[in-house]
């Protein structure tokens, strides 16, 4: 039961978190900050964006909004050219940013998604489990 209120309770804090700065990608090796502004110099704030992954162009990875500054963050699970897109006030700005392209520090200890699946998924087994042997011991 208890496990259960935590599990609600983190997600109920996880989907407070509604602006750029409180996504959080657990599988990204690199994290982008990307900041439109019109052709005039103005910020484009609270403008839509698209975020399109290497090679496809067509189909965005990520969306959201920018800022009050114009700025948005977002998460790269690949190195590559990665494209976003803002469009406000009739206007379009893209930009494509190079990410990866070395060895560093970051991605070197990087966690597999396939540790962290199955340890979360051990986790689940242990309540279970746990949670018979109460149910078994209380008929007792």
């Known amino acids: 039961m208890i496990a259960v209120r935590l599990f609600a309770l983190a997600f109920a804090v996880l989907a407070l978190c509604n602006s750029p700065a409180g996504a959080f990608d657990l599988f990204a090796t690199h994290e ?10 103005q910020p484009m704030a609270d403008a839509p964006v698209k975020v399109f992954a290497p090679g496809d162009l067509t189909h965005p990875v990520q969306t959201g909004k920018t800022d009050k500054d114009g700025k948005f963050e977002f998460g790269t699970d690949r190195d590559g050219l990665w494209t ?7 206007e379009v700005a893209r930009a494509t940013i190079r990410v990866g392209g070395g ?3 970051a991605q070197q200890r990087r966690v597999s998604p396939v540790i962290v699946i199955g340890g979360l ?3 689940l087994v242990i309540v279970v489990w746990y949670r018979v042997l109460r149910a078994r011991a209380g008929r007792r």
């Open 84 to 90: 976003a897109e803002a469009e406000g006030g009739g």
């Open 32 to 41: 982008v900050t990307v900041q439109f502004a019109t052709a005039a110099g």
């Open 121 to 123: 998924l051990l986790l």
């Open 103 to 105: 060895t560093n520090e």
